[in-house]
């Protein structure tokens, strides 16, 4: 399944639920809830939506796995699923953005890891190591190791993954999503070249963060 589908089906019956609220609050003629139900489904549509999206085909391009705000970006050294140093680029997701997530660059994937946490707001730092996160660790086709972390925050309380360890993701390819508001991480390569900045909105499935050496 490639959840091409211009809604993603984990939307429909919040959609649908949403829907009949505001059908029985026409029905009954209370104008002012309708109007208030009929604009919660206009969100709730909008949130779930799954655009088509395009890159630019260059040798060795990282793209963005999701849509949202480059708030931190370091250089940090890792214990776990993988070690060693590596470049943390830190996206976050507000309820207006599109929550699909992509692979940043094609691979096998090598390690799914989920952790139970809490649900602090995501834009905090604390957030990285506290909250409910899912880890995945793709292995390019030449050995490199990109690290993607999907992290919930303080509203979010769904993390999504339709992937399995191994089956191999295309770049750009749909692998989950995080309801509603959330944060993402990316681990590059310490010698990778990081062409995007702090504070720039990024689009998943399309924007450039760097490139492999």
Known sequence: MKHKSIIVAEGFPFIVLSLVFTGFAAFFGVAWLTILL??????????????QRHFQAAEKLVISPADGKV?????????GAMAGRFKK??????????HV????????IEKISYHPGKFVSANL??????NERN???????????????????????????????????AKGERFGMIRFGSRVE???????????RLNDKVRAGQTPL???S
């Open 38 to 51: 009929a604009a919660l489904t206009i969100f709730i549509i909008a949130f779930f939506r799954n655009p």
């Open 71 to 79: 708030i931190k970006m370091e250089e940090v050294d890792v214990r």
């Open 210 to 212: 760097g490139y492999l």
């Open 125 to 130: 730092d604390k957030a990285s190591t506290e």
């Open 186 to 196: 990316v681990f590059l390569p310490a010698d990778s070249r990081v062409v995007v």
């Open 101 to 108: 997530n992509r692979a940043p660059y094609e691979g096998t």
């Open 135 to 169: 880890e995945v660790l793709i292995r390019t086709e030449d050995g490199r190791a990109i690290w993607t972390v999907q992290i919930a925050g303080l509203i979010a309380r769904r993390i999504v993954c339709w992937i399995r360890e191994g089956e191999t993701l």
């Open 89 to 98: 680029i830190s996206i976050f997701m507000n309820v207006f953005n599109v």
